[in-house]
């Protein structure tokens, strides 16, 4: 979808309510360390693709609290937001987070044959 700065205003402010509401309204355990890391709201604010983070040891419980949870954080988010229409909630988990670890730790553990010396510019001796 394309970013406007009205869209990005929107897709703000529902991240930060989803946040709050996370944070302070819902009391399901499996939520408990659940980061929102986007929110992307239709043009007609009808739904809402909504990214969440969390260790990768949890996403099946986070799956399972989120679509238990749906009705009740939409409800919520409604309320919160006063828009005319409140957006279908779509949950999806982003894994950048660990793509992003698991790359880092690629770049850690380089074989010793791997490694060069190279001059102040970067450049092989």
């Not at 309510?17 to 929102?36: F, G, N, Q």
């Not at 990214?51 to 609290?65: I, L, T």
């Not at 880092?104 to 490694?115: I, Y």
Request: hydrophobic fraction near 40%.
């Amino acid at each position: 979808m394309k970013q406007t700065p009205a869209s990005r205003k929107l897709n703000e402010a529902a991240r930060t309510a989803l946040a709050e509401i996370l944070l302070l309204h819902v009391s399901d355990p499996r939520l408990a360390l659940v980061s929102i890391t986007g929110v992307e709201v239709s043009k007609d604010r009808s739904m809402a693709n909504v990214y969440v983070s969390a260790e990768r040891s949890q996403y099946k419980d986070v799956e399972a609290g989120l679509s238990s949870a749906k009705g009740r954080i939409r409800s919520l988010l409604g309320q919160q937001l006063g828009w005319r229409v409140t957006p279908d909630l779509r949950f999806y988990l982003d894994t950048s987070i660990d793509e992003a670890e698991a790359i880092s730790a690629a770049l850690t553990d380089v074989p010793k044959t791997m490694q060069v010396q190279k001059d102040e510019e970067g450049y092989p001796l």
